[in-house]
């Protein structure tokens, strides 16, 4: 037993930050970011909290799955870190729908709602569950350095969400970490225990660029084939592929390696930036609600990120879930 997608949800606060905008308050250029990253704007919370984005994601992913809170038996909320380090994100979620059931972070950065799916797989295997929701939640925009022009002009803020029910639609899910604290990082707050020397760092993103995006066309160019081939599933057989939004580049290389049709990513980099753990509920989200995803089409899934971890997974589209 595995699962299928129930329902799918999002959202993003209302604020869209422009590239022009961004260069009047740092020496950058929309020249230099769209022809670097490809991204043009980026939502970024004024008020919003992670949590209210996460509650609005998680509300319409239920209506969109036909799930009432208290049908829910899990809630796991792949972030970085939501308003409060405890409550987590995902016991303020539980809160906020009046659900019951346990619900619990988890950090796997921008592979997170995969890593999250392999987690709800387990659940689901071991009879344990019938209703997970994942909403994965983030508020980059107070996570990186906005002194740093090569790392802030590339997040944004948001959330997204999938509600799943026991079916058999997840063909195959592979997950890797390789531990480095080099390429990516933040900083945990270093507090102010008296008796302590604490790392004294601010707690800010700071990223080489360059490994990343080495690391990311590689995780892509690996870990699709493999996931496909789990699945016994051809490119050919692809429907549509749901990428981590990273950088226009690193999915224009990947494409070259894979050498799947173009026409079958799907792409909203130019106007959010990266979500980290949100790109790819986002996009599932914005495919299913704009009528791109058929009933039975194949979608593979991949992201990389922090830690480095990175996830890949190969769907079918809503088959029959086992028990509706
Ligand atoms: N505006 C103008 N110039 C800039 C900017 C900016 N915003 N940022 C950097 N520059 C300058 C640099 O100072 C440098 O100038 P110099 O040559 O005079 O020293 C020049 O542009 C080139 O800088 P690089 O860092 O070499 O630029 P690069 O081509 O590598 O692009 C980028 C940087 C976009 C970050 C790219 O490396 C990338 O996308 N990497 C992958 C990032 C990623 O995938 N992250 C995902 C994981 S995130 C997560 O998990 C939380």
């Known amino acids: 037993m595995s699962f299928t997608i129930l329902g799918t949800g999002s959202a993003l606060p209302a604020q869209q930050v ?105 659940l689901f295997a071991a009879g344990q569950v019938r209703r997970v929701l994942i909403v994965a939640a983030e508020k980059m925009s107070r996570l990186v350095d906005w002194r740093d022009r090569s790392t802030c002009v590339l997040f944004g803020d948001g959330a997204g969400a999938a509600v799943l029910g026991p079916g058999e639609d997840l063909l195959s899910l592979l997950v890797t970490a390789q531990g480095t604290s080099s390429p990516l990082r ?42 496909l081939e789990l699945a016994g599933v051809t490119p050919g057989q692809v429907d549509h592929l749901l990428l981590h939004q990273a950088n226009l580049r690193i999915l224009e290389a990947a494409q070259k390696k894979l050498g799947i049709p173009l026409e079958k990513y799907a792409v909203n980099i130019a106007t959010h930036g990266n979500l980290s753990a949100v790109s790819v509920p986002l996009l599932l989200d914005e495919m299913n609600r704009s009528g791109r995803l058929r009933p039975g089409e194949i979608l593979a899934l991949c992201a990389f990120g922090g830690g480095l971890t990175t996830g890949a997974a190969v769907l079918r589209w809503r088959g029959t879930p086992t028990d509706k």
Do not use: K
């Open 18 to 122: 422009t590239n022009d905008q961004l260069s009047q308050i740092m020496d950058t250029s929309h020249a230099w970011i769209h022809s670097r990253t490809g991204i043009d704007s980026r939502p970024i919370c004024r008020q919003e909290t992670v949590t209210q984005l996460a509650l609005e994601a998680a509300r319409q992913a239920l209506e969109n799955a036909g799930v009432v809170p208290g049908e829910l038996d899990y809630i796991l909320c792949p972030t970085l870190v939501g308003d409060t380090i405890t409550p987590s994100l995902a016991c303020l979620v539980q809160e906020g729908l009046g659900a019951g059931c346990p619900a619990v972070d988890l950090n796997a950065a921008c592979s997170g709602f995969l890593y999250a799916m392999d987690l709800a797989r387990g």
């Open 186 to 227: 933040i900083a945990a707050p270093s507090g102010n225990c008296p008796y302590s020397q604490g790392e004294g760092g601010e707690s800010y993103l700071a990223m080489n660029g360059q490994e990343v995006y080495r690391f990311a066309v590689g995780a892509i160019a690996r870990d699709i084939p493999r996931a």
